[in-house]
């Protein structure tokens, strides 16, 4: 088994990509998590940039980390100035990290076009810089930048670059990617050169603009490359970095022959990859290989009639392999496998005619521009409502919402309830923050004192579509509510050519679902107490 270092840089590299910004806390957090996954290094920063990135490093030298080595971002000595004067060098030191990694240019075109010093006078910046950080007892990883661009214009400087860093002491070169725009094949051969020439090892750090980055990282990795840098989730500057998440599960679970990370890391990457999207404030990308919703989702009635037999019919591995769960889409394109399978172990899934009903009120629905994929909540009711379980726990009596300006502009949303609960008639009104907020806080406020248990519930998402554009003002809309508990999360879904009164349906469907699902658990937990002991 070759072993794979992994090297994170998220919170430097990825930081640089557009909409990515992480506070101090943030960085800490992200380190810790990548430490107990068993990372084998992260870089913080570039301490001479900003106070934050040099408070994390003072910060993170305190943290009680078990494997990953926290890393210093800088540059080599800037020209005609001695290595021991130059601020950058100086930061990289105080920031009192055991490993700093080091960029030092590898294109002869770079070297004379944009640093605009002698190709003699770059080796010289490398070698000095490389040396003093060694002397001063750090380990140096160095990151040739363009290098594959820089070798494939001038192969005999661009080794000399790398063998001035592994000479003065670099522990590791890496082959940057800079421009993202290497083929696999070019980076297999250029590793299998480079390895073969250099007494240290070498990484691999590749940018995504031709959408190949990890499989150039995996070709390094083939040929010969013994580090990988990325970030995670793939977040970076133009296109982003390689994407950890998928070189790690490819190298772990696809490939043969490889051991990356510490422990169990492989079974959390999704878990990982969602939090350091929450981290970062940023939309989960659905589609994301091995990690994303979708990723193990099957909406094609074929495709889940295969998989109900053999689930790799549909799937190259086991979604739990890395975390994630397999989920089954109902839609107008679903047969009577999707809803056997979303439906369950239950009664109603062994009743063939009840699925062909259930699947009868679907495709008429969505025929009126319903979905339920992301609305499970509103399937299970429609379930409920298909083979007469259902049972309201309320009865709807009216809804009216009022929004008005005063004189200032000031915007005044007012919404009433009148509602009956158990033969006893609830009319209330309450102020929000818009139409929805003002109907879930007056329809709260009326159910509150029969179910005290919707008091943990909270409403986290709500998004609109337009159905039929082409209608102008009169189109309909889909709206989708996200919901959550201490438990779990589910969707419900309303539709109508009228978006308070769509607002409305999705939001009674989320209540009566939390209402159901709370009933169900505490069922299951009275049967679970009924068992008798055994002696």
């Not at 950890?244 to 772990?252: F, H, K, Q, T």
């Not at 053999?310 to 989920?327: D, F, K, L, Q, W």
């Not at 419900?492 to 978006?499: A, C, I, K, L, R």
Request: charged share 25%.
């Amino acid at each position: 088994m070759r072993r794979i270092q992994i090297y994170d840089t998220t919170l430097r590299d990825g930081a640089q990509g557009e909409g990515v910004n992480f506070s101090l806390q943030d960085k800490l957090l992200v380190t810790e998590r990548l430490d107990h996954l068993g990372f084998d290094f992260i870089e913080g920063g570039f301490p001479a940039s900003n106070e934050k990135d040099a408070t994390y490093f003072a910060r993170a030298a305190q943290m009680p980390l078990k494997h990953v080595k926290v890393c210093a971002f800088g540059m080599t000595r800037r020209r005609g100035i001695r290595v021991e004067e130059d601020p950058g060098i100086r930061a990289l030191l105080d920031a009192q990290t055991e490993v700093i990694t080091l960029v030092g240019k590898t294109s002869a075109f770079h070297v004379t076009e944009v640093l605009r010093v002698t190709l003699e006078e770059n080796l010289a910046m490398i070698a000095d810089s490389v040396r003093h950080l060694r002397e001063a007892g750090r380990q140096v990883i160095y990151d040739a930048e363009h290098f594959f661009d820089g070798w494939k214009l001038d192969p005999d400087y661009a080794l000399k670059t790398v063998r001035a860093a592994a000479e003065a002491g670099a522990s590791t070169v890496v082959m940057c990617d800079t421009n993202g725009g290497t083929l696999p094949e070019e980076v297999a051969q250029i590793t299998r050169d480079c390895v073969a020439k250099l007494s240290v090892p070498v990484g691999i750090h590749c940018h995504n603009d031709c959408e190949l980055a990890v499989a150039n990282s995996l070709a390094a990795v083939d040929a010969g490359a013994e580090q990988v840098q990325g970030t995670i989730n793939g977040v970076g500057e133009r296109c982003g970095n390689v994407d950890l998440i998928s070189v790690i599960a490819n190298l772990a679970v696809k490939k043969q022959g490889y051991e990356v990370l510490a422990g169990g890391g492989v079974e959390h990457l999704t878990e990982l990859s969602r939090f350091v999207y929450e981290t970062a404030n940023m939309w989960l990308r659905p589609n994301q290989p091995f990690v994303g919703q979708s990723a193990f989702a099957h909406k094609g009635g074929m495709h889940v009639h295969a998989i109900a037999r053999a689930t790799s019919s549909y799937e190259h591995i086991a979604p739990e392999t890395v975390g994630n769960e397999r989920r089954i889409l109902v839609s107008e394109l679903s047969g009577r496998s999707n809803i056997m399978a979303a439906v369950g172990s239950t009664a109603a899934g062994q009743d063939k005619a009840v699925m062909d009903k259930i699947l009868a009120r679907v495709v008429e629905l969505e025929n009126q521009g319903y979905q339920f994929e992301a609305a499970q909540g509103s399937f299970d009711l429609l379930v409920k409502r298909v083979t007469g379980e259902f049972r309201p726990h309320f009865e709807r009596m009216h809804f009216r919402v009022n929004v008005e300006a005063d004189a200032s502009d000031a915007v005044v949303t007012e919404a009433t309830v009148k509602l009956r609960i158990n033969g006893t008639v609830r009319h209330e009104v309450a102020e929000g923050d818009g139409p929805v907020n003002a109907l879930d806080a007056a329809l709260r406020k009326a159910l509150n004192g029969h179910f005290p248990n919707l008091a943990g519930m909270q409403l986290v998402d709500y998004k609109v579509r337009v159905i039929n554009s082409e209608a102008g003002t009169a189109a309909g809309v889909r709206v989708f509510i996200e919901s959550r508990d201490d438990h779990e999360v589910w969707g419900t879904v309303g539709v109508s050519e009228n978006v308070i009164e769509a607002s409305w349906i999705a939001l009674v469907d989320s209540i009566e679902y939390k209402l159901y699902k709370d009933e169900r658990g505490a069922s299951a937990s009275q049967s679970a107490g009924a068992q008798p002991v055994a002696t």
